[in-house]
Nanobody
Framework: QVQLVESGGGLVQAGGSLRLSCAASGRTISSYAMAWFRQAPGKEREFVAA????????SSTNSVKGRFTISRDNAKNTVYLQMNNLKPEDTAVYYC??????????????????WGQGTQVTVSS
């Protein structure tokens, strides 16, 4: 089992930027797809973006395309989510997740076996 710790959340005004980090420990993650999910109050956890083990492929939900970029540094065992042009509707707790395989197109929470504790992102209007 891999342990994941997110950081980088905070309060930002609409139009601003944040960079989330997810540090993994316990095993190397270079062979596994990694993803970011988010959960707003009263809503289900939803897929945001994912990246393949080699970082060659990424996927993201339509609402963040052109604004959010997922990346990874396997040498540092870390995954990032660069969020630009943030909107109030991006407000949520953001979670990092590790796949059991290298399936970057999977968007369901059931496909990911390890989760971080989450980091709060609040975007004010």
């Amino acid at each position: 089992q891999v342990q994941l710790v997110e950081s980088g959340g905070g309060l930002v005004q609409a139009g601003g930027s944040l960079r989330l980090s997810c540090a993994a420990s316990g095993r190397t993650i270079s062979s596994y797809a990694m993803a970011w999910f988010r959960q707003a109050p009263g809503k289900e956890r939803e897929f945001v973006a994912a990246i393949s083990g080699s970082a060659s492929y990424t996927s993201s939900t339509n609402s963040v395309k052109g604004r959010f970029t997922i990346s990874r540094d396997n040498a540092k065992n870390t995954v990032y989510l660069q969020m630009n042009n943030l909107k109030p509707e991006d407000t949520a707790v953001y979670y990092c997740a590790a796949d059991r395989f290298d399936r970057y197109r999977r968007t369901g929470t059931e496909n990911y076996g390890s989760w971080g504790q989450g980091t709060q992102v609040t975007v004010s209007s």
